[in-house]
């Protein structure tokens, strides 16, 4: 007998309903409180404004190009979240931050149109360079952050610069006051500075890289 079937059945009856009929929302539910980090995290990195509106959808992600967050539905019930845990595997607490602060730094890039200036392109590369599912990582490249598993940075400048955003952003990751030539969006009047220790981008190693395009952000 797999963990799923020896669940309560009161528990597998939510499989039996249409999710528009669970009434799941991200205020209230277990969601809004990973909401709520993610805020203070920006307001501790001097961001005072910028707040990503969140929304229940089937996966992490955000719409390309759309300045939204995403956050998989079965996170906001814990009858939902028992299911996954037995049927799959459920993200711990710590993963989940990990996805909302990448996601998060699409939101940004997606929200101020960050990736159509020079800087942008200079430090991560063409943004509508194709995705391809399949792509070949430089393990342990000094040219990228490494945050979410399977060196994701390297799947696409998208994904190089919201994992770059999630590693600024988690907090310890980087010591205080730790900052240099960062990157500036003249659109927002904001500036970040990003890390001295993250690595100075090299345009050339970057060619190996090779994704395609996908209508949704992981
Ligand atoms: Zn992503």
């Known amino acids: 007998m797999t963990r799923f079937e020896a669940l309560d059945p009161e528990i597998r009856g939510v499989l039996g309903k249409k999710v528009s009929e669970l009434g799941l929302r991200v205020e209230g539910s277990p969601v809004e409180g990973y909401v709520r980090q993610l805020y203070k995290e920006l ?5 005072k404004k910028f707040r990503p509106v969140c929304y229940l959808t089937d996966e992490w ?3 390309d190009q759309q300045p939204v967050l995403g956050i998989p539905f079965y996170l906001a019930d814990s009858k939902l979240r028992t299911i996954e845990k037995a049927a ?3 993200e711990t607490d710590r993963q989940i931050m990990m996805y909302m602060r990448h996601e998060a730094g699409h939101v940004f890039n997606y929200a ?3 990736y159509t200036t020079p800087q942008w392109r ?3 590369g063409p943004f509508f360079r194709s995705y391809r599912d399949e792509y070949r990582p430089i393990p342990f490249s000094k040219h990228f952050v490494r945050h979410i598993e399977g060196w994701y940075a390297q799947k696409h400048p998208d994904e190089d610069f919201a994992e770059t955003f999630a590693v600024w952003l988690t ?4 010591g205080a006051g730790s900052t240099r030539d960062g990157l500036r969006s003249e659109s927002c009047g904001m500036s970040i500075a990003w890390p001295s220790r993250l690595p100075t981008r090299n345009r050339s190693s970057r060619r190996e ?3 395609s395009r996908q209508t949704t952000s992981a």
């Open 122 to 124: 200079d430090l991560f």
């Open 61 to 63: 992600g955000c719409p």
């Open 112 to 114: 101020y149109r960050l």
């Open 171 to 174: 907090p310890g990751a980087h």
């Open 88 to 90: 799959d595997a459920l």
């Open 209 to 211: 890289k090779s994704i």
């Open 43 to 47: 307001d501790r990195r001097g961001f």
